[in-house]
């Protein structure tokens, strides 16, 4: 089963918020909320968090108190750019045919 | 951090909590400090992740797993019972060597559990005969004949327990190689404990339909095997490891 299901998906925003560096869940949250708008409860966060460690894609590092960072691991970023291309791809098509068709 | 918030954290599954319950609340505790968060979305949100713990995201692996690391077989003692099996002779948890710590454990049982179950069986035995004695026959004193034969049998089976030296035992991975602890000096289930093991030559481990044979270097031992882990740990090794029935 993919870990990564599409842009919008948890698992890459998380991926995506790491491509710039380690985090713990508080940063994340914060990081996510400027750069998607999506505003991710504790729950929700560490489901994918616990996910994306389980797949091998993030990994924890050790960490001061109870608070512990995240990092993305070389697999997570080959298949945060593969997931980020595909969306890409299809964002231009899409954008290129509603052009076209003028209905953009 | 409000009391609905720590029911909510306690009712997400153990081994979530066990690795992410203490960053959850740290979290949590965080974005309640956060004036632009609310409590009742936090309250949601985490109820979500609770539910969603349980129904979707795996328990992590806790099966054995190979790390790559070769060891060496470390036998402790060991002896013949009366059926000509070589057993080892389990050692206390209390008994590690110095700088010696365990990776892993898979439960099981040494000589022939059948002797080693009657005693308690026959306990049973004679309480509930006993039982039903004084409940059938109020006032009725428990006869000699009905008590004697109970006893012999069950000192017999004890005697023949310690004979055969049949145990319940946990077979570890310690890091100095394998050995074999008394099960009752683990607290837990020894499934639950079982961690990261260290690869295994093949030759020195080998699984059978129930039994386990150790190839050591003093003799070769059968080793009861109750534990399912323990199959699929043994059909995992990348050595292909073989399976055999016993006797072999």
New interface residues.
Partial sequence: MAVIRGSSDRSVLVLTSLSSGPK???AL?KDIDAFAGV?????????A???LE?AGLVEALPGE????PYRITAQGAADLRAQLEQSQTISTVGLGRLAESGAG | MGAAVRVVLASYPMW?KE??G???????E??LADDS?RYL??L???????A??WA???R?DRRPQFAGTPWGPVPDGGHRDIFGNRGLSPRSLEQLEPGETVLGVIDGWQGSPFLASYPLTLLLLIIIFSGSDLVLHAGLRYTTFQLVPLVVLLAVCLVAKIVTSSCPIAIAVTSNGLAIFRMRTFTRRSDAIVRRLPAAPPAVVRTGASRVRIDLGDGTYWVLMKSLPLIRWMGGHPGGMSEQTYPA
């Fill in positions: 713990h869940g508080y949250i505003t991710l409860g504790p729950g929700t966060l560490y489901g968090i616990a996910k389980q108190g109870r608070r512990k | 979530w690795r992410y203490a960053e959850t609340a740290e979290l949590t965080d974005l968060v979305q936090v949601v949100n985490l109820a979500v992740g609770s969603l713990a979707h995201y795996r992590p």
